[in-house]
């Protein structure tokens, strides 16, 4: 019984937690959204923002290649693990 509570109270805590995850992504694409509109009306704040944002693409570049990279693998190795799924429900298919 104290296990079933434990289950039921984690779900709740993880549902609350996504709800609030959503509304903070909410918040910021609207916040984000108005700025944009704001900051497109003026082609000098446009060309700052290139500056900055090429600036800072500059500097941190190495970082940025190296967690690409790292979200790369990651993919490859998501897919080979899943080929590797599919391949053994087709045969457990097979022998049944």
Request: glycine share 6%; hydrophobic share 40%; aromatic share 6%.
């Amino acid at each position: 019984m104290k296990q079933a509570h434990k289950v039921m109270q984690h779900n709740k805590d993880s549902l609350s937690k996504e709800i609030f995850k959503g509304s903070i992504a909410s918040a910021v694409v609207y916040s984000g959204s108005k700025v944009m509109s704001i900051a497109v009306k003026n082609p000098i704040v446009v060309f700052g923002l290139g500056v900055v944002s090429g600036f800072l693409i500059h500097k941190y570049r190495k970082d940025i290649i190296a967690s690409t990279t790292k979200v790369v693998d990651a993919g490859k190795d998501f897919v080979l693990q899943q080929k590797e799924n599919l391949e053994d429900l087709v045969a457990e298919t097979k022998e049944n």
